[in-house]
C-alpha cells in the first residue's frame, strides 16, 4: 500500500513529502519528493527511492517512482527530474522504462576535511586575481557550458546575482561572510578561467567553475582550485558539481576526490 507522507506545504526545497509503501504493518519502502522554484517554475527532484532488502523485487521501486508521476501530473508540473548515480543500471532502466530521458553526467567533488594545501608551481605569468567587471561576459559565457539551463534550477544560479556591480560592492563589503566571491584566472593576458566561491554553512562551501575549453583546461583547474584550498579549505570542506569527463586529473591532483557520478535524468510523457 502507497501512502502519502506530508511534511512541508511545498515552499522549500528539501525532501521534508513524499511516500511510503507499507507491507505486514511495516514501512519497507519510500520516495521523497523535493520542490525547486526557478524562475516562476517549480521543478521537482525525485530525491530518494528506497526499499528495504526483504521486499526488493517486487515492483515496489516502480510503484512509487509512479506514484512521485502522479503527484506533479496532479498539479500540473511539467518538470520532474532524478538523479541515479550511473552504475545502477537496473534503476536506470527502471526510470528509461517510464519516461525518463537522460539529460546530464556529472561529478560531484569534494576536497579533503581541513587541507591546507601547498603552494603551487605556477607557470610564468599564470595568475589568480579578483574577478574584474570586464571578465564577467566570459564568465557568464564558461557558467552557461557548465551549468547549462535546463538544470540551472538546482544551483540557483541566477546571473542577477553573479555579475558585478554596485550593489554586489556593498554586499561583498557589509556581508563578506556571508556572499559569492568570484576569482579570474590569467596566463599573462588571457582569462583561461573563473571561480565563485559560494557560504553555505559552517562545514561545506561550493564553488563553481567556469574555463577556456579550448585552452589548457586543466592548468585553469589546478590554479583556481588550489587558490580556493588555500583561501578556504582549512576550517571546511569545498564541494564542486562539474560535468563528467572534464578535469578528472586536475582535480585529483588539487586534492579533491571524486564523492559521486551521478546520471541527471528528466520525465517525458511518451
Do not use: C
Amino acid at each position: 500500500m502507497v501512502r502519502w507522507v506530508d511534511g512541508s506545504r511545498e515552499r522549500i526545497s528539501v525532501p521534508l513529502f513524499g511516500y511510503v509503501w507499507e507491507e505486514d504493518g511495516k514501512i519497507v519502502g519510500n520516495v521523497s519528493l523535493s520542490p525547486f522554484q526557478w524562475q516562476k517554475k517549480w521543478y521537482y527532484l525525485i530525491a530518494n527511492v528506497a526499499v528495504h532488502p526483504d521486499y526488493r523485487r517486487k515492483g515496489i521501486a516502480k510503484k512509487l517512482t509512479q506514484q512521485a508521476v502522479e503527484h506533479i501530473r496532479y498539479r500540473k508540473v511539467e518538470n520532474l527530474w532524478l538523479q541515479v548515480k550511473d552504475y545502477n543500471y537496473p534503476a536506470i532502466q527502471l526510470y528509461e522504462s517510464l519516461g525518463f530521458k537522460k539529460r546530464e553526467k556529472r561529478n560531484t567533488w569534494r576536497s579533503s576535511d581541513f587541507l591546507y594545501a601547498p603552494e603551487p608551481e605556477l607557470k610564468n605569468g599564470l595568475h589568480v586575481v579578483p574577478r574584474a567587471r570586464k571578465d564577467w561576459v566570459m564568465q557568464k559565457q564558461w557558467l552557461d557550458e557548465t551549468y547549462p539551463e535546463a538544470i540551472r534550477w538546482y544551483f540557483g544560479l541566477h546571473d542577477a546575482d553573479m555579475a558585478p556591480g554596485l550593489l554586489r560592492s556593498l554586499e561583498n563589503y557589509l556581508l563578506y561572510e556571508q556572499v559569492m566571491h568570484h576569482f579570474s584566472a590569467y596566463d599573462k593576458q588571457n582569462l583561461i578561467g573563473i571561480l565563485t566561491h559560494q557560504p553555505v554553512n559552517s562545514k561545506v562551501h561550493h564553488l563553481y567553475l567556469g574555463t577556456d575549453q579550448t585552452a589548457d583546461e586543466d592548468v585553469a583547474l589546478r590554479s583556481l582550485l588550489g587558490f580556493a584550498l588555500r583561501m578556504y579549505g582549512q576550517e571546511r570542506a569545498l564541494r564542486i558539481n562539474y560535468p563528467f569527463g572534464r578535469g578528472h586529473s586536475a582535480f585529483e591532483d588539487s586534492y579533491f576526490y571524486l564523492q559521486n557520478t551521478l546520471i541527471w535524468m528528466s520525465f517525458e510523457e511518451k
